[in-house]
């Protein structure tokens, strides 16, 4: 049964830092593709980072580039995002996602497993 349990989440001021951690099970993490992805209140989800096991490929979108840092550890089944110099525009629910399939590379637009999410707050 594949499951993927995101923690690390909380709140915390304009420039401070937080890491997110995705415990994955249920499949060999080191062959598949993991996206995170957010929501904020109102709007649509989106497409954070990714980090493909089939290409070694990595992904991330305008709005978190240079701040970010999506990273995986495959003997412990576990994807991280580092989340440096957070604004509040940050804020949201984060989830970590993954495709049925292998072979998938990144960034990731679809995704069959979600984890539960976590809360994001930037705020001062």
């Known amino acids: 049964q594949v499951q993927l349990v995101e923690s690390g989440g909380g709140l915390v001021q304009p420039g401070g830092s937080l890491r997110l951690s995705c415990a994955t099970s249920g499949f060999p993490l080191e062959y598949y593709t993991i996206g995170w992805f957010r929501q904020a209140p109102g709007k649509e989800r989106e497409g954070v980072s990714c980090?493909?096991?089939?290409?070694?490929?990595?992904y991330y979108a305008d709005s978190v580039k240079g701040r970010f840092t999506i990273s995986r550890d495959n003997a412990k089944n576990m994807v991280y995002l580092q989340m440096n110099s957070l604004k509040p525009e940050d804020t949201g629910i984060y989830y970590c996602?993954?495709?049925?399939?292998?072979?998938?590379?990144?960034?990731?637009?679809?995704?069959?497993?979600w984890g539960q999410g976590t809360q994001v707050t930037v705020s001062s």
């Open positions: 980090t493909s096991g089939f290409d070694g490929s990595t």
């Open positions: 996602a993954a495709p049925t399939f292998t072979l998938v590379t990144c960034p990731l637009y679809e995704a069959d497993h």
